[in-house]
């Protein structure tokens, strides 16, 4: 069983940074891919950026050049780093690894930028 707990939201003014954080149970090496995601209030879950196998990692149009996905290995652990936050980015964050094609979520994490 792959349990997933994100950690690190919270209210950032605009242009802040915040660090979410995706602890893991079990080796993440197991892991084909690995997601973040969020969902603002009334609309649908959207992908943010992902991370493969190999180290890869790929970002939605709207966050690129301002959030860093990350792992560490021996933490069993991903990172969503956000910088130059936008009130825009107001929304709960889940993160979601694949393993085997089966998909597990995390219960998510808020974060909210002020204006």
């Known amino acids: 069983q792959v349990q997933l707990v994100e950690s690190g939201g919270g209210l950032v003014q605009a242009g802040g940074s915040l660090r979410l954080s995706c602890a893991v149970s079990?080796?993440?090496?197991?892991?084909?891919?690995m997601g973040w995601y969020r969902q603002a209030p009334g609309k649908v879950r959207e992908w943010v950026a992902g991370?493969?196998?190999?180290?890869?990692?790929n970002y939605a149009d709207s966050v690129k050049g301002r959030f860093t996905v990350s792992r560490d290995n021996a933490k069993n652990t991903f990172y969503l780093q956000m910088t130059s936050l936008k009130p825009e980015d107001t929304a709960d964050y889940y993160c979601?690894?694949?393993?085997?094609?089966?998909?597990?979520w995390g219960q998510g994490t808020q974060v909210t930028v002020s204006s």
């Open positions: 991370i493969i196998k190999s180290g890869s990692t």
């Open positions: 979601k690894v694949v393993v085997s094609g089966t998909n597990y």
């Open positions: 079990g080796s993440i090496f197991s892991f084909n891919a």
